[in-house]
């Protein structure tokens, strides 16, 4: 088995989870007798990037949509990051999207308004490092 080249706790944790996904969706794409015999390995290389893209695609949207959901949130994301003046937030969501190095994400995010500053932003902003 290949092993991760840098050890995350969290992800270490799983790892007998993520085989049985791993074993499910094998039997899902190549069936219980799994990979067929004169199957390519660039092709066997090709479906595995192509679940591991939309694995990390989707895993990127619902982080990210569950934390812009959470009505909590601490209270530096409550000031401009402009003035430092209290915001306050605003009543339609928008669409957000960010480019990875491993993929899309995207998600719905509420704003926040400065009345001071006249302008609305992310709170999350900061913490991406947008």
Not at 30 to 52: D, K, N, Q
Request: with cysteine; net charge neutral; hydrophobic share 30%.
């Amino acid at each position: 088995m290949v092993q991760n080249k840098k050890a995350i706790p969290k992800v270490d944790k799983e790892v007998t989870y993520i085989k049985g996904v791993a074993k499910n969706l094998v039997d899902r794409i190549y069936g219980p007798a799994g990979l067929p015999w004169g199957t390519r390995f660039t092709e066997l290389e090709a479906t595995v990037a192509a679940v591991r893209e939309a694995l990390t695609e989707e895993m990127l949207q619902q982080a990210l949509a569950r934390q812009a959901a959470q009505a909590e949130r601490p209270p530096e994301y409550h000031v401009c990051p402009d003035c430092g003046r209290p915001t306050r937030a605003t009543d339609q969501p928008e669409s957000r999207r960010l480019t990875t190095g491993h993929g899309d994400a995207v998600w719905e995010e509420p704003k926040a308004h400065c009345d001071k500053c006249r302008r609305d932003f992310f709170p999350s902003e900061q913490e991406l490092g947008n």
